[in-house]
């Protein structure tokens, strides 16, 4: 064989092919860092479009639930429901439930029937807290729970929170008590009164937003966690509201929060700020 040959192109159907070569690892793993590095630069930007998403499916939520308040209402001489009473309770005088998102199976239903559906009942930023143990709460097998689901967002109607307030001897929700959609002198006008907020629950022990370590869902193994719904890391990013003439709104974590000096909250351990 010629030199010639030896060093010719190779030749398929006729047409010359060039030379196929691999890549070096020098040059795989420039790949895979520059990859890495674009990952960590749209990751970021992913969620927060995705929170952005999640804080106007919210927002729609709340709006939902402020037309069933509305319908529930005007049906109920401009008042809101009083969970201490029938039909909401089988304790008359003393609300189900301990914490401000346990709301009697009665009130829920009547609010689905008024046109909400469970899912409004869960922030969008915190989907996994939509489950059965939440919403049937009170039909888990071996436990002796009242009738009332645990939902997604805070409650400040009559009785709501209640026994939390009395147990632990804390900062009440009952001041923040919202009774009726009118206006009555000497009070919060309907659109100042904030009815229903975003779930913003700090543990007072550990000092954390994003794992309450007390409560019986704590208390599982696996516990289940418990924590605020939109997250900006491991501080809450706000939270949405609605307010006694059904608009809802976004609010920041630092008008929330204002240096820890906020007064709008309740609860010891955890505490609810709104």
């Known amino acids: 064989m010629s030199a010639s040959n030896q060093h010719s192109p190779l030749v398929f159907n006729g047409l010359p092919q060039p030379d196929k070569k691999a890549f070096t690892l020098i040059e795989l793993l420039v790949v895979i860092a520059i990859i890495a590095i674009l990952a960590a630069i749209l990751l970021p930007v992913l969620q927060k479009a995705i929170e952005r998403g999640n804080r106007v499916s919210c927002v729609n939520n709340l709006h939902e639930q402020g037309i069933a308040f509305s319908i529930y209402a005007s049906e109920n001489n401009n008042k809101y429901p009083d969970l201490r009473y029938a039909p909401f309770t089988t304790t008359p005088g003393t609300a189900l439930g301990v914490w401000p998102w346990d709301i009697s199976t009665n009130f829920t239903d009547a609010m689905i029937a008024d046109g909400c559906s469970r899912n409004v009942f869960y922030c969008p930023s915190y ?9 049937n709460f009170w039909n888990i097998p071996g ?35 919202r009774t009726n959609t009118i206006a009555i002198p000497g009070k919060q006008a309907p659109a100042d009164q904030e009815v229903v907020a975003d779930l913003v629950v700090h543990d007072s022990k550990t000092l954390s937003f994003t794992s309450i370590s007390v409560g019986e869902f704590a208390t599982l193994s696996p516990p289940i966690v418990q924590k605020t719904s939109h997250l900006d890391g491991n501080l809450p990013g706000g939270g949405n509201g609605l307010f006694g003439d059904g608009h809802a709104v976004w609010k920041n974590w630092f008008l929330m929060w204002q240096n820890g000096l906020t007064t709008n909250y309740f609860g010891g351990n955890p505490i609810f700020v709104f």
Request: glycine share 12%; net charge positive; proline share 7%.
């Open 127 to 135: 989907a996994s807290w939509n489950m059965e143990q939440t919403w």
């Open 143 to 177: 436990k002796n729970n009242g009738p009332f689901r645990i939902l997604g967002y805070v409650y400040m109607i009559p009785g709501a929170g209640q026994a939390m307030s009395t147990s632990q001897g804390t900062k009440s929700e009952v001041p923040f008590w």
